[in-house]
């Protein structure tokens, strides 16, 4: 079993990578070597024929060795990766090499709006509700910058629209303001919607709104965010951090 202290997984790709870079150069060799036995079958050459048979009678146990040489040069212990927190470290320096901006809070990876976490058991992560089974660091470095440089505001107007409604409602009896907390408690009443939103992604949801184009709902309401007073309860305050690690904190939404 590999020392993650010593070994990341960028290391531990790429010497297999050239393990199977080998196995690729053999079976090069052998496609090559068996498309001119058929040439010369076509043709009549019988001793092309025969030199080709001699090669890939050859090649046949390079291809083998090759094969078993790749096959154990890969010892990594993704499961093992995933659990600890080498992921990301190797993670943020992929992200910041490209110019994106990430934090560590507690077990997630916030590359705002989107948080990314470990899945050991599936040897996988997890960016935003999508499943991600390419652990490299650039890869997924790659696809943080992707969903930060899209520009739609399809989501965004979506959530917004899911609010809105939850605010109405709630927003009664004279209140304007509907907090998050009652909005999130009432959105995870439906079967599954929890598993799949946590806490924190809900927070990432808020302040993707907010940063966003979209001021109106289809019907025309502009939406105010309320920020938390000090007499406000702390586990009705939802906390995101923006892109260059400040904490940002929600409290309700109104509607006008």
Known sequence: MMELALESIEEALSSHESRVDDLKAVCKRLNETVSAWKKACVEGDVGARQRAQVKVEELIPQLSSKAQEATVSWNFDARAYLESGRWRDDL?????????????????????????????????????????????????????????????????????????????????????????????????????????????????DIYALARSEVRLTRAGKRFHLEHPSAKVKEREVFTVYREDGQPVRYYGIEFR
Do not use: M
Request: charged residues 25%.
């Open 92 to 204: 943020q320096a992929a992200a910041e090499s490209i110019g994106v901006k990430t934090i560590v809070d507690g077990e997630t990876v916030v590359s705002s709006p989107v948080l990314v976490r470990s899945q050991p058991g599936s040897s996988r992560l997890k960016i935003g509700k999508n499943a991600w089974p390419r652990l490299h660091p650039r890869a997924v470095a790659a696809e943080l910058k992707r969903l930060r440089d899209k520009k739609s505001v399809s989501g965004p107007q979506e959530f917004l629209e899911c609010l809105y409604q939850a605010w109405q409602d709630l927003a009664r009896g004279g209140a304007t303001v509907a907090t998050f907390h009652e909005i999130y408690e009432r959105f995870a009443a439906a079967p599954g919607w929890k598993k799949e939103n946590s806490l924190a992604q809900f927070g990432q």
